[in-house]
């Protein structure tokens, strides 16, 4: 599953269905393969936690004041991957680190206390996993999406292959910084949603959506994307037990509400 939004909008509906089916679900998202490939061959031991690694995007040093004035060109220009626009705006506000979150609830099964994310500005630890003893393991690599899509695809055998290596003595430093939850709200939305459960993250999604285009139309501000989904998050209608139904229901109200805020 290379689709993040599909499990975040409906990711026990989706989970039943796969258990129902007795099939597994196999990530392609660079921190959820690496944090499978750190499971393998750990059968039931205990996770204490698990870390996903955030770049910290292209505006991780800004201020606050600096963030008022960032346009949609410079949040485009991603230090170290190069993806579509829609999920590099995500990366650059850290949605996309909260939606990783949530995905990571429903693929291991864990508790959102027990899911914690790290800026690591290189790139090159794309996730961990900590047990139950403290000790952690780390999948590196380089910042390269061609490695976790083979991976998924030739599960459990590892193919040859001419991917570029990481080099150490070019890379020699790495780093990691706690992310800032005051100046990219996002991820605490992500926490809130994931822990309200029911549709809230479906809600989340639906929102951005919009406020991301909307973004990329130089017709809202960088942080302004962040005060409209906040706002929907408090007025959109919240269902604890949603059905397919009220998920596709929930993605068309709360972006006709979106919208309209925008206005």
């Known amino acids: 599953m290379a689709n993040k939004e599909t499990l975040v909008v409906a990711g026990e509906l989706i989970c039943d269905l796969a258990l129902k089916n007795n099939v597994a679900i196999l990530p392609v998202d660079s921190e959820h393969s690496a944090i499978f490939q750190c499971l393998a061959g750990e059968g039931n031991n205990p996770i204490e936690k698990l870390i996903l690694t955030a770049s910290g995007g292209p ?4 201020t606050i004041s600096e963030l008022e004035h960032v346009t949609s060109a410079e949040a485009l220009k991603h230090p170290n991957w190069e993806m579509g626009a829609k999920i590099t705006i995500d990366s650059a506000s850290l949605m996309n680190k909260g939606f990783e979150i949530i995905e990571a609830k429903w693929l291991f099964g864990v508790a959102p206390e027990q ?3 790290v800026v690591h500005p290189q790139s090159i630890i794309h996730s961990m996993v900590q047990f139950a003893d403290g000790s952690i393991k780390a999948q590196l690599g380089m910042p390269d999406m061609k490695l976790p899509i083979q991976y998924a695809l030739t599960y459990p055998e590892r193919l040859k292959t001419n991917f570029p290596r990481f080099d150490f003595s070019v ?22 949603a994931m822990e309200k459960g029911g549709n809230m993250p479906c809600i989340l999604n639906a929102a ?8 990329l139309k130089d017709k809202i501000g960088f942080l302004q994307m962040s005060d409209i989904i906040e706002d929907v998050l408090m007025k959109a209608k919240f269902v604890a037990r949603p059905t397919y139904d009220d ?9 006709i509400l979106t919208k ?4």
């Open 115 to 117: 899911i914690e994310v």
């Open 260 to 263: 309209e805020l925008i206005k």
């Open 171 to 192: 890379c020699s430093q790495f780093t990691f910084e706690r992310p800032d939850m005051e100046r990219f709200r996002n991820l605490s939305y992500a926490y809130y």
């Open 59 to 62: 505006f991780r040093t800004k």
């Open 208 to 215: 951005n959506e919009v406020v991301v285009a909307e973004f």
């Open 247 to 255: 998920y596709v229901e929930t993605d068309k109200l709360v972006r």
